[in-house]
Structures are given as C-alpha cells and as structure tokens.
C-alpha cells in the first residue's frame, strides 16, 4: 500500500502574524476614529481630535525608547542586555513622569491656545502618559528579539480596550464629554502593557559595556529623538495649526480629512516596525541592506497610488461612508491630502532605512522640511485648501531631497 505523505498546514512566520495583526490594529484605531466622528459630528469631533494628536505625539515621542530598545536588543551582548533594559524602563518613566507633570500643570493653557471645551482632558492624559513610556520600552524589547507576536499582543489590547471602553461610556451613558475620551485613553494605557517583561528598573550603569558602545547608544538616542520631533511636526501640526487658526467646525472638517488621508501612513508604519531590527541584522551579517528598502518603497507606493486614485475618483462616497454627508464639504480636498501623506510615507521609509544604519542625514533632511511646512502652515493658512497645498509643496521637496541624498551616497560608496 503506497502512504500518501499528509500536506502540511500553512502557519503564518511571525512576521506575517505581525503584519496582519498591525492591519486590525490599523482598522480598529481607523473605526475608533469613524464612530466618534459620527457620533460627535464636526465640532465636537475638533475636540476629540485635539486627543488624538496628542495621543499621537506621545507615540512618536516614546518611539524613541522603543526604536532604541529594538536596535540595541539585536546588536548587544546577552551580558550588558539585560541591565541596557532596565535603564531603559527606568529613564522611560523619568521622562513619562516629567512629561506628564507639565501636561496637567499646563492643562489650562492647552485649553486656551487649542480652544477645547475642557481643561479636564489633558489632565487626565498627563496621568497616562508614564504608562505609555513602560509600554513603548516593552515593545522595544519584543521587537529587537523579533518576538511579533508578543508585539501584536500589546498593540492589539491596546487598541481593543481604548475602542471598548470609549464607545462603552459614550453608548451605555450618553456622555459625548472630551474627558470620556481621555479615560478611555488613559485606561488603554495599561490593557497595552500587557504582557510586560518586568525584571529589574534601576538606574545602574551599563557595566561591562564598552565606551565606544555607550557613545553609539546615546547618539543613536539623541538622533532618533530629533528624528522623531520632525515626525510630530509633519503628521500632527496641521491638525493643531489648523484648530488654533480656525473655528471649531473647520477644524473638524479637517480632522476628518487627515484622518481619511493618512490611510497610507497607517499602513506604511507596520512596515518600518519590520524595517529596522531586519536592516540592523543584514548589516550584522555584511549582507546588502538595499534591496529591503527598494521592497517597502514598492509596497507602500502602490498603497498610495490606491488611497489617491480612490480618494480623485470616489471622494464623496468615501467621506459619506466613512463619516456622512456633515462633511462633505472637504471632498475636493481629500485626494491632495492622500497625495501629500503618500509622498511623506515613502519619504519616511528613506530616513528610518538609514536610521538603522547610523546614517543621520536623512534625519536632518526631513528635521528641516518638518519646519518648512509648519512655518509655510504658519504664514499661509487662508483656507484649508491654501494648508493642504502647502503640505505638498513641502512633502514634494522632502522626498526629492531624500531621493538625491540616496543616490549620492550609493555612488559614493
């Protein structure tokens, strides 16, 4: 009797876990954004959308310790590693504590200056904000050692609970308050810290770590911090510009706009979070680093050219759906949004490319184009249109710089 050899299942790497784990993630945080859009309409959604660029910034903020804590997990000895974490975590809730202080100290001034029903909301952000840091460093860890699952583990509580818990209040108690919103934030905070590595928090030294390994963490540090105020001031500005310039109904309108638009951009940051330990390892092992980011350029462009064709052809279905006819005012806008954070997404994948190559450059580059855009934001803000075009014009520069940088420095070489 001849056996017939069983085909085995298919079982997804970690890796393609991650992936589709980062689209739920995405989707859920979209849908998050949708729902209170609807149910809150354009002004109150100006409110809401205050948070989430907040919320925002704080991520690009602590994705500096977890941008580090990923490198270093990959390049370090398994005898320094462990107390390099610790300090991470220890320096992680320095910086979330020192952080979340002036927040709640500020609170009424944030009020002001972004014209928001409450001054109660940033207080209670500033609470979560040391949880957000802990949790940015345990990504960190899981995603130097290439432990996506755990990874999509934390991303995915996170999300699910900011998304139940908001929709929760607001559904079970009819309260459409900013501050509903901020609890559901802050208590997302802690659902995200799960599963936490905890084994030790101090401040000791780093040990039997050589000078020179010390000096490349902290410039590395330095760098990626710098590199990450220039991705608050491209993706999170125009939303607070625009909610300092303009009245509350605008402001929502345009909220709704970025939300639609950066698509692309949601999409392109699961693809950076695979990038750099991938880049950092090839470069270990001498291997051609190139060809991965000739790969993800390509996916996250023909991502773009989708949300743009889709945003020109459809945009007033697509607002309709996605948020309903109370904004169907910004549809003309909405395929030179997608156009403006398509050409930043691809961009970006440049700077973070050699960010793992202890290349900074490019980091400077887009540091200099982030102040471009907010001061041509700054001096030209007539209509929303007149902010849209000013974002292309800057993103257009940007990418061409990027683009002349890394074809220079490949004939160099």
Same mark, same amino acid.
């Given at each position: 009797?001849?056996?017939?050899?069983?085909?085995?299942?298919?079982?997804?790497?970690?890796?393609?876990? *991650?992936?589709?784990?980062?689209?739920?993630?995405?989707?859920?945080?979209?849908?998050?954004?949708? &729902?209170?859009?609807?149910?809150?309409?354009?002004?109150?959604?100006?409110?809401?959308?205050?948070?989430?660029?907040?919320?925002?910034?704080?991520?690009?903020?602590?994705?500096?310790? /977890?941008?580090?804590?990923?490198?270093?997990?990959?390049?370090?000895?398994?005898?320094?590693?462990?107390?390099?974490?610790?300090?991470? !975590?220890?320096?992680?809730?320095?910086?979330?504590?020192?952080?979340?202080?002036?927040?709640? +100290?500020?609170?009424?001034?944030?009020?002001?200056?972004? #014209?928001?029903?409450?001054?109660?909301?940033?207080? +209670?952000?500033?609470?979560?904000?040391?949880?957000?840091?802990?949790?940015?460093?345990?990504?960190?860890?899981?995603?130097?050692?290439?432990?996506?699952?755990?990874?999509?583990? %934390?991303?995915?509580?996170?999300?699910?609970?900011?998304?139940?818990?908001?929709?929760?209040?607001?559904?079970?108690?009819?309260?459409?308050?900013?501050?509903?919103? @901020?609890?559901?934030?802050?208590?997302?905070?802690? *659902?995200?810290? &799960?599963?936490?590595?905890?084994?030790? $928090?101090?401040?000791?030294?780093?040990?039997?770590?050589?000078?020179?390994? =010390?000096? /490349?963490?902290?410039? *590395?540090?330095?760098?990626?911090?710098?590199?990450?105020?220039?991705? &608050?001031?491209?993706?999170?500005?125009?939303?607070?510009?625009?909610?300092?310039?303009?009245?509350?109904?605008?402001?929502?309108?345009?909220?709704?706009?970025?939300?639609?638009?950066? =698509?692309?951009?949601?999409? @392109?940051?699961?693809?950076?979070?695979?990038?750099?330990?991938?880049?950092?390892?090839?470069?270990?092992?001498?291997?051609? %680093?190139?060809?991965?980011?000739?790969?993800?350029?390509?996916?996250?462009?023909?991502?773009?050219?989708?949300?743009?064709?889709?945003?020109? +052809?459809?945009?007033? $279905?697509? =607002?309709?759906?996605?948020?309903?006819?109370?904004?169907?005012? =910004?549809?003309?806008?909405?395929?030179?949004?997608?156009?403006? %954070?398509?050409?930043?997404?691809?961009?970006?994948?440049?700077?973070?490319?050699?960010?793992?190559?202890?290349?900074?450059?490019?980091?400077?580059?887009?540091?200099?184009?982030?102040?471009? /855009?907010?001061?041509?934001?700054? *001096?030209? #803000?007539?209509?929303?249109?007149?902010?849209? !075009?000013? /974002?292309?014009?800057?993103?257009?520069?940007?990418?061409?710089?990027?683009? @002349?940088?890394?074809?220079?420095?490949? !004939?160099?070489?």
């Amino acid at each position: 009797m001849i056996s017939i050899p069983k085909k085995r299942p298919y079982v997804l790497t970690q890796e393609q876990l *991650f992936m589709v784990s980062a689209l739920v993630v995405n989707a859920g945080n979209y849908l998050y954004n949708l &729902i209170l859009g609807r149910l809150l309409g354009p002004e109150q959604f100006s409110d809401a959308a205050v948070l989430i660029t907040f919320l925002l910034v704080l991520s690009f903020v602590a994705m500096t310790f /977890q941008l580090a804590t990923a490198k270093f997990s990959v390049t370090l000895t398994k005898e320094v590693l462990p107390r390099f974490i610790s300090n991470m !975590h220890a320096y992680g809730i320095l910086i979330g504590v020192l952080t979340g202080i002036l927040t709640i +100290v500020f609170a009424n001034q944030l009020q002001a200056l972004f #014209h928001t029903s409450s001054s109660g909301m940033f207080t +209670v952000f500033g609470i979560g904000i040391p949880l957000y840091f802990m949790m940015s460093v345990n990504r960190g860890v899981f995603q130097g050692k290439k432990q996506f699952k755990m990874l999509s583990v %934390t991303y995915q509580l996170e999300m699910l609970s900011r998304l139940g818990i908001t929709l929760g209040l607001i559904v079970l108690f009819d309260i459409t308050s900013s501050l509903v919103i @901020a609890i559901g934030i802050l208590l997302s905070f802690g *659902f995200g810290l &799960i599963p936490f590595e905890f084994k030790k $928090i101090s401040f000791q030294g780093l040990g039997a770590m050589h000078v020179a390994e =010390i000096k /490349q963490i902290r410039a *590395f540090f330095i760098i990626t911090a710098f590199y990450e105020l220039t991705q &608050i001031i491209i993706n999170n500005s125009d939303i607070l510009l625009v909610k300092h310039y303009f009245d509350a109904w605008d402001a929502g309108l345009y909220a709704s706009l970025a939300l639609i638009g950066r =698509i692309v951009y949601f999409i @392109a940051w699961m693809f950076v979070m695979l990038l750099l330990p991938t880049v950092v390892q090839l470069r270990k092992e001498g291997k051609a %680093t190139a060809p991965i980011l000739f790969k993800y350029i390509g996916y996250i462009g023909c991502v773009a050219l989708v949300i743009i064709g889709v945003s020109a +052809v459809f945009p007033e $279905i697509a =607002i309709q759906l996605l948020f309903g006819e109370q904004y169907l005012e =910004i549809a003309p806008l909405l395929w030179k949004y997608a156009l403006a %954070t398509g050409l930043f997404a691809i961009a970006n994948i440049f700077a973070y490319y050699y960010l793992s190559l202890d290349t900074y450059v490019p980091v400077i580059i887009s540091g200099i184009f982030g102040m471009l /855009q907010m001061g041509l934001v700054i *001096f030209f #803000h007539d209509s929303l249109a007149q902010v849209v !075009h000013m /974002q292309i014009a800057a993103m257009v520069l940007l990418l061409i710089t990027q683009v @002349a940088f890394f074809f220079l420095d490949t !004939h160099k070489k």
